[in-house]
């Protein structure tokens, strides 16, 4: 196995876990402006309903399930012991920036088991198969110090959790191949299930490396699936089958809220657009949006492979042929689809990106001894580069205020009331009201609400009072009011100006 002991390894995991609990340990106000998005409080917020016993819920009555399962039960003992504050945050982000780092230090594990042939003699393996522990050490340091994964990795949502289920899921695929079997195969399925649980978007790059499997094993004489291959759909099945039939059972469909609500808008304003407006105003600027976060992401790990395959191409080395380039594949297909079906790229819809690149980078980045310095401290200084623009440009600086606005909430409103709005998270968790999430993120009754244009109708019925949001944001979201309409009553002021002041609005009953 990978020699753990080896001070280099340790070095580079701990200095890249390091990295990230400086992060994770700032000031809540720091964070909310650069690091967490206001989805992050959506989980903090059924987190802490579910470890009060209210179950799934985000508003403390309607159930929801747009969120990804393995994540909320995880937060779920945070919040049992701090239901409130911001300390929950700290460890929720802490807990993140451990799974992150865990999938930084698996993606090396993986790249030296395949550089030293499955060997059990490590010391042989190193001897006859190129450094594999160098290659494992370049993998862990692309993916440790990638400013963009330390950033996401301590987001608040899924992401380190799902990084982590990721790796596990290319580990069990790796190890599946070595002898392949049932029992591998079946393991390898519930790793996938897992991944899924983790993240649903992962079930496409479970598609791929069991799609790779099969082939796998029709290149070797086996032409069966049903016999050789299906322990592990199976067993992937039965992992997700209960969140799936929790889902059915709660709220009507295996779809999550989450994955429609704002997609949907998008797709209405397609439809209600001229072709050319739309394109030229909508479309092409997401598409534009996920080709430089894919670019941005996978950042030194994809320079890195570059200049690896440069400098073997150029030195007339044998090009790296192994399967872990199937990883990134699979991270790009994701990233497609969030950009041009979905029509929602996020940055964290990226991180396997990154993860992906370091991944390929490490086996194919086999550069002469007088090469190698120069470009270490090339990438370095370049990861440096980005890390200072981040921080230069805070993510999430509209969000600063919005703290504010839940204070206003606790300070004008009475204890019992139920308020709306369109971004929820920050609202419900600082503002001590009961919120509906009026985009629909985790509430399908606003959806079908907006579909059926009366969404305001829909508020009203609910016992809402007053709706608070940045005027730009609420007003996006008028074609879908109804008959009511909106009566502004207050007016926060706000130090950035992106989406306009904070309004509080009565509904016209």
């Known amino acids: 196995m990978m020699n753990l002991g080896d001070r280099r390894v340790v070095g580079l995991v701990f200095a890249g876990l390091i990295v990230r609990l400086a992060?994770?340990?700032?000031?809540?106000?720091?964070?909310?402006?650069?690091?967490?998005?206001?989805?992050?409080?959506?989980?903090?917020?059924?987190?802490?309903?579910?470890?009060?016993?209210?179950?799934?819920t985000f508003d403390g009555l309607a159930p929801t399930n747009g969120f990804h399962p393995l994540?909320?039960?995880?937060?779920?003992?945070?919040?049992a012991l701090w239901p409130g504050g911001d300390t929950p945050l700290h460890w929720a982000l802490t807990l993140g920036a451990l799974c992150d780092t865990a999938a930084g230090w698996l993606a090396g594990w993986i790249v030296w088991r395949r550089r030293s042939g499955f060997s059990r003699d490590p010391a042989r393996a190193e001897r006859e198969s190129g450094q594999p522990q160098s290659a494992a050490m370049i993998t862990m340091a692309l993916y440790l110090f990638n400013p963009r994964a330390i950033q996401e990795s301590v987001n608040g949502l899924e992401t380190g959790l799902a990084m982590l289920a990721l790796a596990v899921c290319v580990a069990a695929w790796q190890w599946a191949g070595e002898r392949p079997g049932a029992g591998r195969d079946a393991l390898f399925g519930a790793a996938c299930g897992l991944a899924v649980l983790a993240r649903s978007d992962f079930g496409l790059m479970a598609a791929v490396l069991w799609l790779a499997r099969v082939w796998a094993g029709i290149r070797g004489g086996s032409r069966t699936l049903a016999v050789t291959h299906w322990p592990a759909p199976v067993a992937a099945l039965a992992v997700v089958a209960p969140w799936w039939a929790w889902s059915q059972w709660r709220v009507g469909t295996v779809v999550q809220s989450s994955a429609v609500a704002i997609p949907s808008l998008v797709a209405y304003r397609v439809q209600t657009s001229s072709g050319a407006e739309a394109w030229r105003g909508l479309l092409l600027p997401i598409l534009n949006l996920g080709f430089r976060d894919t670019m941005i992401y996978a950042g030194v790990g994809l320079l890195a492979l570059c200049v690896g395959l440069l400098v073997a191409r150029l030195g007339r080395a044998p090009l790296y042929r192994g399967e872990l380039w199937l990883p990134?594949?699979?991270?790009?297909?994701?990233?497609?689809?969030?950009?041009?079906?979905?029509?929602?790229?996020?940055?964290?819809?990226?991180?396997?990106?990154?993860?992906?690149?370091?991944?390929a980078?490490?086996?194919?980045?086999?550069?002469?001894?007088?090469?190698?310095?120069?470009?270490?401290?090339?990438?370095?200084?370049?990861?440096?580069?980005?890390?200072?623009?981040?921080?230069?440009?805070?993510?999430?600086?509209?969000?600063?205020?919005?703290?504010?606005?839940?204070?206003?909430?606790?300070?004008?409103?009475?204890?019992?009331?139920?308020?709306?709005?369109?971004?929820?998270?920050?609202?419900?968790?600082?503002?001590?009201?009961?919120?509906?999430?009026?985009?629909?993120?985790v509430d399908w009754g606003a959806i079908a609400a907006r579909r059926e244009g009366r969404l305001l109708d829909y508020f009203v019925a609910r016992g809402g009072t007053v709706i608070i949001d940045h005027r730009e944001y609420a007003l996006s979201f008028e074609p879908f009011f109804g008959a009511r309409t909106l009566t502004p009553i207050a007016e926060l002021p706000v130090s950035d100006p992106t989406y306009g002041p904070i309004e509080v609005y009565e509904v016209e009953r």
């Open 361 to 441: 980078a490490g086996p194919a980045t086999k550069v002469p001894r007088r090469l190698a310095g120069g470009i270490a401290v090339a990438l370095a200084v370049i990861a440096c580069a980005q890390s200072i623009k981040m921080i230069g440009e805070p993510e999430y600086a509209w969000q600063a205020d919005m703290r504010a606005g839940a204070e206003w909430l606790r300070a004008n409103t009475p204890p019992e009331a139920t308020v709306g709005a369109f971004n929820a998270g920050i609202y419900a968790y600082y503002g001590g009201r009961r919120v509906l999430s009026l985009d629909g993120l």
């Open 23 to 56: 992060v994770a340990w700032q000031p809540v106000p720091v964070l909310i402006a650069r690091v967490l998005p206001d989805d992050a409080f959506i989980y903090f917020v059924i987190a802490r309903n579910m470890a009060a016993g209210l179950g799934a």
């Open 328 to 359: 990134l594949l699979g991270a790009l297909i994701i990233a497609a689809v969030h950009t041009a079906v979905r029509w929602y790229p996020r940055g964290w819809y990226f991180v396997p990106v990154a993860w992906g690149a370091a991944l």
């Open 71 to 79: 994540w909320a039960l995880a937060l779920t003992p945070v919040f």
